[in-house]
T-cell receptor
Framework: KNEVEQSPQNLTAQEGEFITINCSYS?????LHWLQQHPGGGIVSLFM???GKKKHGRLIATINIQEKHSSLHITASHPRDSAVYIC?????????FGSGTKLNVKP | DAGITQSPRHKVTETGTPVTLRCHQT?????MYWYRQDPGHGLRLIHY???????DKGEVSDGYSVSRSKTEDFLLTLESATSSQTSVYFC???????????????FGPGTRLTVT
């Protein structure tokens, strides 16, 4: 049983395309975390949100608590956005992670 | 960037030997976590700590122990390493207080452990 499901698992896009990555969860949560991991690299925090929407540059994250669903959008995608995007939910001192979405943006 | 370091960054060891990984933070965060990352599994929690000498198990704690004798250091020990413990290990820290994003985690650079 996986508390956090991400889709798609793999995504290939052309530079400039609008990208959406989805995250659904089955547990009650206090907050949801989007993370980015470049190949061979460390894990970087993108957003932490508990309601509504947040925007940072070309990245937008939304969450619907009632539907237990979050989306990460990337506008005007660029090859440097190629990475694994990870969704994690926070519940009672612990984070539960999705298995990640591998994004490849082609020039 | 949050001040988190992990040591060693790479280690090769033989089956049956004890191994200790160290996570060190300079942020004075209360919560510290040890995860392992394996292909097809994502990040899985091994153990976590919510204060000095306060620790709890995660979903994959068998074969691992931890200790936290001071706020800045969280040690992960493999008592007798097995090949199934070959993985990349990440430490993370978290905390919340007024004015900061609650519960956000910051990750260390990772330790690549190979058990032969």
């Amino acid at each position: 049983k996986n508390e956090v499901e991400q889709s798609p698992q793999n995504l290939t896009a052309q530079e400039g395309e609008f990208i959406t990555i989805n995250c659904s969860y089955s547990v009650g949560i206090s907050a949801l975390h989007w993370l980015q991991q470049h190949p061979g690299g460390g894990i970087v925090s993108l957003f932490m949100l508990s309601s509504g929407k947040k925007k940072h540059g070309r990245l937008i994250a939304t969450i619907n608590i009632q539907e237990k669903h979050s989306s990460l959008h990337i506008t005007a995608s660029h090859p440097r956005d190629s990475a694994v995007y990870i969704c994690a939910v926070y519940n009672f001192n612990k984070f539960y992670f999705g298995s990640g979405t591998k994004l490849n943006v082609k020039p | 960037d949050a001040g988190i370091t992990q040591s060693p960054r790479h280690k090769v060891t033989e089956t049956g030997t004890p191994v200790t990984l160290r996570c060190h933070q300079t942020e004075n965060h209360r919560y510290m976590y040890w995860y392992r990352q394996d292909p097809g599994h994502g990040l899985r929690l091994i153990h976590y700590s919510y204060g000095v000498k306060d620790t709890d198990k995660g979903e994959v704690s068998d074969g691992y122990s931890v200790s936290r004798s001071k706020t800045e250091d969280f040690l992960l020990t493999l008592e007798s390493a097995t090949s199934s413990q070959t993985s990349v290990y990440f430490c993370a820290i978290s905390d919340w207080w007024v004015g900061r994003t609650p519960y956000e985690q910051y990750f260390g650079p990772g330790t690549r452990l190979t058990v032969t």
